[in-house]
């Protein structure tokens, strides 16, 4: 295939830009000879990771290879946390077996739910009856890998898929799926689904695996739950999925678009008592969504939307007129959405999977066609469908970090999980070939199976995005790290600046000439700290700093022979191009000076009667003072939760304060005198104000 010139740069930046990413620590691969599969990722609170799936044939970890007992089986493995297998084995019977979740309790129980035919093992001797239809079939062991208990559910004309498990912190554990038939037993609590067939969630003593209550909801077509979390405190229990047509739940009605496959997402309290249900769909068959909830007891929800959605009562439009786009939707305890936005190009873009660490950044995993834009960044996939893992800011959700991992075929990331140390775990599918890192590993045939680790940290990509850097002594230049972490530690020739300590923007006005090596160490809002690449940067001997006279309303430059564009109050003044000028009224003037070498550099600023800046300047109860200053500027009165930006005349980023509060100072003393812009961010509104540094 002939990629396009376009194409292939495209590739280049999301290469330079990926080498910046956190790195993955570990993969690792699970290779059979036909397609093998994987669901479900979890950890113990002993730091093992564990990933279950399906396979058929055989399943290879390392060199030991499981052997399926009849079409399709299930298979759960288990590594440290620094990627060393400990065990892994299967589970199923001769006709397909499938699951999709598991999860693993604060004690290091872990429980897998999965489906079968006729009947199936689990363990050496334990079997499970599903007569003539496919039923579930949920299991647990405890930390020492010993089976304590197995359970069947399911009716005896319908066919169950294996459903969706998570655990809450006191020993429960609760299961979501589809069911269908009368007098269905989910223990002594018989379900009677409203007709094809309904979703159904259950509450499950994780001790004795007794049913504690079950509830279901549907219409009479075909609805099904593909997702279920709890909260850290257990008060609300989470369940996302889809429904067709006409529906309810206890009496709450739901009807999809044009009688095609819509989404629900719903809230039970601990009791089992339904607190709400809501919905979200297109005029075609919604497909993909997924839920988790959060550090503060929120849903979160991501999947695929495509066309124009509209998700309780609120529009989104996909960006792609027939394929999906990856959304992310945050829900409160009370059912109310909150916010909602979208990410992705023209192709497809879906999200598998969800989740928190500790301080509510947000990971999502999926798979992205081609190109996807995320916040601006565009990335390119290796071929086909790429898997990705993405994280998101807590506060504002502005991007944080994207890894891909890809081939020449089509590639998914299907789950993702974090740890106490706020390291990420993925687990994936790929064609043929994985390329993570530029690393290259082959697989058997068909589709395969990834387990990987990647680095707690920041993103670490620079601007510009290259090793080597040439300018003019003096010239107005810098490089630029992503901004909005909370510490930067720059290095030039091994010695600490302490000049840009915080800042995460590194001037390079004032390197003498000579070469220099910079790089910059970031530390996140996870404490997690890494280094960027190093970049050369070349000064030669250059301009003159140019300096502005005035006279009356003339202003002249001091630099003769060169090219000049002036500036008004941070503008370009259009066709301005001559050494000197007329002001047209007051003001603060700047002009940048490039001589015949292309060597370029800035004036100060030079004000003519006053700037659009007001003294002490209030914004609500929100006091910006000294204003003009000669230093530092403090930001007082500013309440809880709010965001602040200092950006340059140039747009560069000087200050990024988050979730700051009360009295916080900004210093301007060390930056050059001229126009800033000052960018307030509360929860009442967003204000702006010019800041002059005299």
């Known amino acids: 295939m002939i990629r396009s010139v376009a194409t292939l740069l495209l590739m280049l930046s999301a290469a330079v830009t990926m080498s910046a990413q956190p790195k993955f620590l570990w993969t690792k691969l699970g290779l059979g000879p036909t397609f093998d599969d994987v669901r479900a990722i979890a950890l113990s609170p002993q730091g093992d990771v564990r990933i279950a799936g399906n396979f058929s044939d055989s399943i290879s970890f390392g060199d030991e290879a499981l052997q399926s007992s009849g079409n399709y089986d299930m298979y759960m493995a288990r590594y440290t946390k620094s990627g060393a297998l400990l065990m892994f084995d299967s589970y199923g019977g001769i006709d397909i077996d499938d699951v999709r979740s598991i999860c693993v309790d604060n004690k290091g129980n872990f429980y897998l739910a999965g489906a079968f035919a006729y009947s199936a093992f689990v363990g050496e001797d334990v079997f499970a009856d599903g007569e003539a239809s496919v039923d579930i079939v949920l299991a647990k062991w405890n930390s020492m890998g010993i089976l304590q208990w197995t359970k069947v559910f399911g009716g005896k004309n319908y066919d169950e898929s294996a459903p969706y498990l998570t655990c809450d912190s006191t020993g429960n554990v609760y299961m979501a799926g ?102 979200a769909g297109f005029p075609g068959d919604d497909r993909y969504i997924t839920c988790v909830a959060d550090q503060n007891g929120d849903m979160l929800i991501t999947g695929a939307i495509n066309g124009q959605t509209t998700w309780d009562g609120q529009s989104i439009n996909a960006n792609g007129e027939f394929r999906s786009d990856l959304v992310l939707a945050r829900v409160t305890k009370l059912g109310a959405l909150d916010k909602i936005v979208r990410f992705g190009d023209v192709n497809t873009d879906v999200g598998y999977a969800i989740t928190t660490d500790s301080k509510n950044n947000i990971y999502i995993a999926g798979a992205f066609d081609s190109t996807t834009v995320i916040a601006n960044n565009t990335f390119g996939s290796l071929g086909g469908l790429d898997a990705f893992a993405l994280r998101l800011r807590a506060n504002d959700w502005s991007f944080d970090w994207f890894r891909q991992a890809g081939g020449p075929y089509d590639d998914e990331m ?281």
């Not at 549907?218 to 529906?247: M, Q």
């Not at 709450?252 to 008592?273: I, P, R, T």
């Not at 993103?459 to 901004?483: K, M, V």
């Not at 005349?649 to 000087?654: S, T």
């Open 178 to 279: 589809g069911f269908g038939g009368t007098n269905v037993a989910f223990g002594t609590t018989k379900l009677n689904s409203s007709g094809a067939g309904d979703m159904f969630i259950a509450k499950i003593n994780g001790a004795t695996g007794d049913v504690i209550w079950a509830k279901n909801g549907g219409g009479f077509k075909g609805d099904e739950a593909l997702s279920v979390s709890v909260t850290k405190t257990g008060d609300l229990v989470y369940v996302a999925g889809t429904f067709i047509g006409a529906a309810q739940w206890n009496g709450n009605k739901l009807e999809s678009v044009n009688d095609k496959m819509d989404f629900f997402y719903a809230a039970y309290d601990a009791n089992g008592n339904l607190k709400w249900v809501k919905k």
């Open 414 to 694: 299907r789950g993702i999980a974090v740890d106490k140390q706020n390291i990420p775990y993925v687990c994936g599918t790929f064609d043929t070939r994985l390329m993570i890192d530029g690393e290259s590993q082959d697989g058997d045939r068909y589709t395969d199976v990834f387990v990987g680790a990647i680095e707690c940290g920041p993103n670490t990509a620079l601007r510009p995005a290259t090793a080597e850097i040439s300018i003019c002594l003096g010239a107005d230049s810098s490089i630029t790290a992503p901004d909005g972490y909370p510490a930067y530690a720059w290095t030039v020739n091994g010695a600490a600046n302490t000049t840009d300590a915080r800042r995460n923007v590194l001037e390079l006005s004032k390197l003498p000439v000579g070469t220099h090596k910079i790089k910059v160490r970031i530390t996140d809002q996870n404490d997690c700290s890494l280094t960027s690449k190093e970049v050369t940067v070349t000064v030669t001997e250059g301009l003159a700093k140019p300096v502005i006279t005035q006279n009356g309303m003339a202003l002249t430059c001091s630099i003769d022979g060169a090219t000049y564009v002036w500036y008004r109050e941070g503008k370009e003044m259009k066709n301005v191009t001559t050494r000197e000028i007329t002001a047209p009224g007051n003001g603060m003037y700047r002009v940048r000076v490039t001589d015949s070498t292309g060597c370029t550099r800035w004036s100060d600023p030079i004000v003519i009667g006053s700037t659009s800046v007001d003294e002490d300047e209030t914004i609500s109860d929100i006091t910006v003072y000294p204003n003009p200053t000669q230093g530092d500027v403090h930001v007082s009165n500013l309440p809880s939760g709010s965001t602040v930006m200092l950006v340059d005349v140039l747009g560069r980023m000087i200050e990024h304060r988050l979730d700051v509060s009360g009295t916080i100072t900004l210093p301007l003393g060390d930056q050059p005198h001229g126009q800033y812009t000052l960018a307030i961010k509360t929860p009442a509104g967003e204000f702006t104000r010019l800041v002059l540094r005299r």
